[in-house]
């Protein structure tokens, strides 16, 4: 080996490369540890603006007790973990800004409605635990099983849409056990507009129900502008209830899904009102 010039010449090589890796590492371990490199400061900034209900101080003094290392060491990992869990923090992305400073955006919760009174859902159809007290007092209130919120946020936008044809907005949503829907809208009346739109059958069930209310609205309320309940869960028309009023169906019509018994129950079969229909104010 040691007459083999070709041999020697590898050999120096591999040694001269391991010295020099040895003395970088060596020179970045000094270089890490120097006073320049210890983290100064920490910026939180919104993700998409301003924050309206994370406060920079607060949520900062909440995530700073899990931050250690330097500039190079910090695991951003952490950092990110403990931002996301202050309270109204959906999302945190967090990076290194040389040469002592963390720079971490904030995506907030954006608060959609109340789900089951004790927490709140946001835009995403994600239950999130807040304040309730820093929410909005006029959000809607949704109602349903713990895996349903997704369904409920996105059934929440398609009633909102399709009230406002008729100037009615959704206050409360409700999927029950059974996967029954029913909302609430306000029209005026003291405690809202209770709609019972029932079980889905087919993807069409709850569009083909309201649109058949849509229909009829201006003109029942043209005779009853104080509605206060409508079940829609019937096969070919609805039943109602309003302020002062109450209108007895047919005991043939039966409402489709099994409805919940009301004590004073309502009916109106069709968009027309039968003539053979009793009234009562």
């Known amino acids: 080996m040691w007459n083999n ?3 020697l010449n590898v050999c120096a090589a591999l040694i001269a490369a391991a010295a020099t890796g040895i ?3 060596a020179a970045g371990l000094w270089l890490s ?3 320049m490199f210890v983290l100064r400061s920490v910026r939180v900034e919104g993700e998409f603006g ?3 209900h994370v406060n920079v101080a607060t949520v900062r003094a909440a995530a700073l007790p899990h931050i250690s290392g330097n500039f190079f060491s910090v695991n951003l990992e952490t950092v990110r973990q403990a931002f996301e869990g202050v309270a109204w923090v959906r999302r945190a992305r967090v990076r290194r800004e040389w ?4 720079v971490v955006k904030i995506e907030e919760h954006q608060a959609l409605g109340t789900w089951n009174d004790d927490r709140l859902l946001n835009t995403f159809g994600e239950v999130f635990a807040a304040n ?3 929410a909005d007092s006029d959000l809607p209130h949704f109602y349903g099983p713990d895996g349903a919120e997704k369904d409920v946020a996105q059934r929440y936008l398609d009633f909102k849409n399709s009230f406002a044809a008729i100037g009615l907005r959704p206050i409360e949503v409700t999927l029950s056990a059974r996967y029954a829907w029913s909302l609430r809208l306000a029209n005026g009346t003291p405690s809202g507009l209770l709609v019972e739109l029932g079980r889905e059958t087919d993807a069409n069930t709850l569009s083909e129900r309201i649109a058949r209310m849509l229909a009829a609205y201006p003109q029942v309320t043209s005779k009853w502008p104080r509605l ?3 079940d829609l869960r019937y096969p070919n028309g609805f039943a109602l209830r309003a302020e002062g009023l109450r209108i007895a169906a047919p005991e043939s019509a039966k ?3 099994r409805p919940v018994r009301q004590k004073a129950s309502a009916g109106a079969m069709g968009t027309r009102l039968p003539t053979h229909q009793r009234t009562s104010a």
């Open 23 to 25: 003395l970088l590492a």
């Open 33 to 35: 540890h120097q006073p």
């Open 50 to 52: 301003s924050l309206r």
């Open 228 to 230: 206060t309940r409508v």
């Open 5 to 7: 010039a070709r041999a």
């Open 99 to 102: 040469p002592n400073r963390l």
């Open 132 to 134: 309730m007290a820093e």
């Open 255 to 257: 409402p489709q899904g």
